[in-house]
């Protein structure tokens, strides 16, 4: 996944001089949301930021005690890439940079939070910080009045649709 930066072209010339191409790289340095952004919501005690449409679901706490919620309807999601998924994001071949791409975690580097009321386990029965996968469907609610933020995930597959609620947390 591209970093949220401003690409960085590289024009490509064959032996005659003639342009061939132009290759873009994606400079991780440049991250204007992790360099610029989030410092300014971390600064203004901001509680919670939530992303969407990401087809998966995962929290993160920083330093600074903003809750950083990542959730979407997990259906066709491209999975989770922590090291408990045992899943790696492709790096890019020659000549583009690798270190520009995070292949397991978080490229802003906060460690994951367990869902902590009933985490998603894998095959060994290991708890997952992440939600990924294509039968489910995440949502989540924002209870103004108490500060909490609580998430239910439902897999269409099942026979009863039942409704779980698996993570809450208190802004």
Known sequence: MPHFTHP???AEYDGGGALVGIRYDYPAADNILLRDVVPLLEEAGVDLVYSGHNHLWNRFVSPAGVHYLEGS????SFGAFHPRSGRTRPAPSAPWNTEDVVRQGNP???????PILAPRCDEAGRPQPFVADGNLVVFHALHTGRGTVTSWYVDLNSADHRVVRFD???L
């Open 168 to 170: 809450e947390f208190t």
């Open 73 to 76: 309807n997990t259906g066709n």
């Open 108 to 114: 802003g580097g906060l460690p994951p939070v367990l």
């Open 8 to 10: 960085a072209a590289t």
